[in-house]
């Protein structure tokens, strides 16, 4: 990650924390706690699914373990990626865990 890249990160995770998106752990670096309801994720980020969610009609299915890509809200609903490519659509509400990308690229289940 470059200087400028770690730069607009840092104001990035400022401004969500001057919204209230989400709290910083002690050392500056991730959300507090394991467990965190997805709208205070920040955009771009690896998550977990931790329960079952409902998903739009017609939409792919998600199951808990799932690793995906979250990139952003979109109403109550939000738009991400699984690890197939595919877009999937979890409830803004839906409970998730925030993971390394290694997780994401490997397996992408952990049950």
């Not at 104001?11 to 919204?19: A, K, L, P």
């Not at 507090?32 to 994720?41: D, I, N």
């Not at 738009?79 to 659509?89: A, L, S, W, Y």
Request: aromatic share 8%.
């Amino acid at each position: 990650m470059t200087e400028d890249q770690k730069k607009a990160l840092e104001e990035m995770v400022r401004s969500n924390q001057e919204m209230g998106l989400y709290d910083l752990d002690k050392a500056g670096s991730k959300p507090q706690g394991g467990s965190m309801q997805l709208h205070k994720v920040p955009n771009g980020t690896y998550v977990r699914v931790l329960e079952e969610i409902k998903v739009p009609p017609a939409a792919p299915e998600i199951r808990p373990g799932d690793v995906i890509f979250f990139d952003h809200i979109d109403g109550m609903y939000s738009f991400c990626r699984n690890k197939e490519g595919q877009i999937v659509h979890l409830v803004a509400w839906a409970e998730v865990e925030i993971v390394d990308k290694g997780e994401f690229d490997g397996e992408g289940r952990t049950e």
